[in-house]
């Protein structure tokens, strides 16, 4: 093997060694992502929040500026593959505020 295959057959060995750990660190973050959100699923799983309740939170949002909130309630109201995040991070919300009452 002359000189040059072998430091190509190094590299790709270091490429694919670094490719390991970039999926090892995906799949850490993904994993830690699943396990907050189960947290938060189960933190507010006992909170139920009506659509009034989630409206109300977004015009208030909406009056403070809060633009992400909005989009959080909004998402929550339309329905579809997050709604049940977006639901859970707005009952969160809700229950915070109650509290601070």
């Known amino acids: 093997m002359t000189t040059r ?3 190509r057959q190094r590299i790709s060995v270091d490429e694919l060694r670094q490719g ?3 999926l090892l660190v ?3 973050a993904v994993h830690a992502a699943r ?3 189960e947290r938060t699923m ?3 799983r006992k909170v139920e929040v009506t659509d ?3 409206a109300q939170l977004m015009r208030e949002a909406g009056a403070a500026g809060d633009l992400e909130m909005v989009a959080v309630c909004r998402w929550a109201l339309i329905g579809g593959g ?3 995040i977006e639901r859970a991070e707005c009952a969160r919300v809700i229950a915070d505020a ?3 009452e």
């Open 5 to 7: 295959a072998a430091s």
């Open 20 to 22: 390991r750990r970039n």
């Open 26 to 28: 995906r799949r850490q």
């Open 35 to 37: 396990v907050a959100e």
């Open 42 to 44: 189960r933190k507010t």
């Open 52 to 54: 009034e309740q989630i």
């Open 82 to 84: 997050s709604a049940r």
């Open 98 to 100: 109650r509290a601070q």
